[in-house]
């Protein structure tokens, strides 16, 4: 997969052709979920649940049949993990032409959790629909896009810099400049961005600035899930080993530490 030429051409999609997944797409994604691994180690559980025979839906998305929802242990790192692991099915998705869009809120979450057999300390952040885009969008849709501005993105200079954060990183290598575009073009929870990278040598360390209202039951913060988004396109380019060892660099009040990867 070209992780940068997919992420510019995907959208998030809310709004389906009503058509299920053809029996090749269906075994393909299920082939593919079988095993997805992230750095952090933390394995993640992926099911497929048909819409009407669960029960599910979204006020936010039409003409869905089919969803795909993940679990994993709640752990140190388990929001990055699972962001990770998503976005690689995210990105196969988009290449077979299959739709997608990050749901975590926009839904009635026992009802998917109860769908997807949560148990103990188990948790599903995230849940996705997967369809074939419709010909046009619904005015929801539309209206949702135009609210959190989808199309738009924060320059590459208020998201990387080098050795600090005052001086905005620059590279004339491809390699680096393709994984640092495809992190600043990459999904997040309302367009936020949370993700910020500071360049030390061979090391990239990324930090999540906190925007505040994004742990929705007070045990999770999604926007951790963004960060792990981040990584899964930055990692898919550049490659590298990741670890988690804060380097000390200063930083303003939220913004926080989440991990290392070093080429």
């Given at each position: 997969?070209n992780t940068?030429?997919?992420?510019?051409?995907?959208?998030s999609v809310?709004?389906?052709?009503g058509?299920?997944l053809?029996?090749?797409?269906?075994?393909?994604?299920?082939?593919?979920?079988?095993s997805?691994?992230?750095p952090?180690?933390?394995?993640?559980e992926?099911?497929?649940?048909d819409?009407?025979?669960?029960?599910?839906?979204s006020?936010v998305?039409?003409?869905e049949?089919?969803y795909v929802?993940?679990?994993?242990?709640k752990?140190p790192?388990?929001e990055?993990?699972?962001g990770?692991s998503f976005?690689?099915?995210?990105l196969?998705?988009q290449?077979?032409?299959?739709g997608?869009?990050?749901i975590g809120?926009?839904f009635?979450?026992e009802i998917?959790?109860?769908?997807a057999k949560i148990k103990?300390?188990?948790k599903m952040?995230?849940?996705?629909?997967?369809?074939?885009?419709?010909?046009?969008m619904s005015?929801?849709?539309a209206?949702?896009?135009k609210?959190?501005?989808?199309?738009?993105r924060?320059?590459?200079?208020?998201l990387f810099?080098?050795r600090?954060?005052?001086t905005?990183?620059?590279?004339?290598?491809?390699i680096l400049?393709d994984?640092?575009?495809?992190?600043?073009i990459?999904?997040?929870?309302?367009n936020?961005q949370p993700?910020r990278?500071v360049?030390?040598g061979?090391?990239?360390?990324?930090y999540l600035?906190?925007k505040?209202?994004y742990?929705?039951?007070?045990e999770w913060?999604?926007?951790?899930?963004?960060?792990?988004?981040?990584?899964c396109?930055?990692?898919n380019?550049?490659?590298?080993n990741?670890?988690v060892?804060n380097?000390g660099?200063?930083?303003e009040?939220?913004?926080e530490y989440i991990?290392?990867?070093?080429i």
């Amino acid at each position: 997969m070209n992780t940068l030429e997919l992420a510019k051409e995907r959208r998030s999609v809310r709004t389906f052709d009503g058509k299920p997944l053809t029996v090749q797409d269906r075994e393909a994604v299920a082939a593919f979920i079988e095993s997805i691994p992230n750095p952090f180690g933390l394995p993640v559980e992926f099911i497929l649940l048909d819409a009407k025979e669960n029960g599910l839906y979204s006020p936010v998305i039409k003409g869905e049949t089919l969803y795909v929802a993940a679990k994993t242990e709640k752990a140190p790192h388990s929001e990055e993990a699972f962001g990770y692991s998503f976005e690689q099915l995210v990105l196969f998705a988009q290449s077979l032409g299959i739709g997608t869009t990050w749901i975590g809120g926009t839904f009635k979450r026992e009802i998917f959790e109860q769908a997807a057999k949560i148990k103990g300390n188990e948790k599903m952040y995230c849940a996705s629909p997967l369809g074939y885009p419709a010909a046009k969008m619904s005015i929801i849709e539309a209206t949702m896009r135009k609210g959190v501005r989808a199309d738009k993105r924060k320059a590459a200079s208020e998201l990387f810099f080098e050795r600090d954060f005052s001086t905005p990183f620059k590279t004339d290598d491809k390699i680096l400049s393709d994984a640092l575009e495809a992190v600043r073009i990459a999904p997040s929870a309302v367009n936020m961005q949370p993700w910020r990278i500071v360049n030390d040598g061979s090391a990239f360390h990324f930090y999540l600035s906190h925007k505040k209202g994004y742990n929705p039951d007070g045990e999770w913060d999604i926007q951790k899930v963004d960060m792990g988004i981040a990584l899964c396109h930055f990692m898919n380019i550049a490659g590298g080993n990741l670890t988690v060892e804060n380097p000390g660099i200063n930083t303003e009040n939220g913004v926080e530490y989440i991990a290392t990867v070093t080429i």
